[in-house]
T-cell receptor
Framework: DAGVTQSPTHLIKTRGQQVTLRCSPK?????VSWYQQALGQGPQFIFQ???????QRGNFPDRFSGHQFPNYSSELNVNALLLGDSALYLC??????????????FGNGTRLTVT | DAKTTQPPSMDCAEGRAANLPCNHS???????VYWYRQIHSQGPQYIIH?????ETNEMASLIITEDRKSSTLILPHATLRDTAVYYC?????????????WGLGTSLAVNP
């Protein structure tokens, strides 16, 4: 049973460029969340997608956008990259339910370096 | 801001129990305590969660005080592979606020 997979694992971009990161959720999961983790810090919530719509958003500018596809996979897009966007980007999936939220399962992330 | 406070680092001898404390004095009645860990260069891994009763699974035990203002994660027989950053998070387990707010965690070093 494949867990959460993210691609690419590493990426180097130049300031001002745009980047797209991809995530496939764990089998049976329908909800995808994205987190940004700077070096030495805990992850910070970017947004969550469910039923192909953004359901909740953290304190990130509009340069950060996302998409969820019918097969529940997701993309994170970042436009006009800044040096400060260099971080580990984590994707987490879960199974939505009307009752208690299921724990998140994380991928190993994409390490983005902006030069 | 994170709603939990953890010591920045701890050491433990291999084979001994590792007891990781967490303070969450402002926890609300509908909020659960979650523990995750992050081994270097990997994504966070779910360990355990609980509301008010003590919980145990194949990875760890979670002890929550009666007033729910603090908890302890116990790794009963720590191994070198348990060296990681451990995060304690409080989160409502239902409803529309689904994000996790992470602090800096505790860096646990298991020594041979």
């Amino acid at each position: 049973d494949a867990g959460v997979t993210q691609s690419p694992t590493h990426l180097i971009k130049t300031r001002g460029q745009q980047v797209t990161l991809r995530c496939s959720p764990k089998s049976g999961h329908d909800t995808v969340s994205w987190y940004q983790q700077a070096l030495g810090q805990g992850p910070q919530f970017i947004f969550q997608y469910y039923e192909e719509e953004e359901r909740q958003r953290g304190n990130f500018p509009d340069r950060f956008s996302g998409h969820q596809f019918p097969n529940y996979s997701s993309e994170l897009n970042v436009n006009a990259l800044l040096l400060g966007d260099s971080a580990l980007y984590l994707c987490a999936s879960s199974k939505d339910s009307p009752g208690p939220n299921s724990p998140l399962h994380f991928g190993n992330g994409t390490r983005l370096t902006v030069t | 801001d994170a709603k939990t406070t953890q010591p920045p680092s701890m050491d433990c001898a291999e084979g001994r129990a590792a007891n990781l404390p967490c303070n969450h004095s402002t926890i609300s009645g509908n909020e659960y305590v979650y523990w995750y860990r992050q081994i270097h260069s990997q994504g966070p891994q779910y360990i355990i969660h609980g509301l008010k009763n003590n919980e145990t699974n194949e990875m760890a035990s979670l002890i929550i005080t009666e007033d729910r203002k603090s908890s302890t994660l116990i790794l009963p027989h720590a191994t070198l592979r348990d060296t990681a950053v451990y995060y304690c998070i409080v989160r409502a387990n239902a409803g529309n606020n689904r994000k996790l707010i992470w602090g800096l965690g505790t860096s646990l070093a298991v020594n041979p």
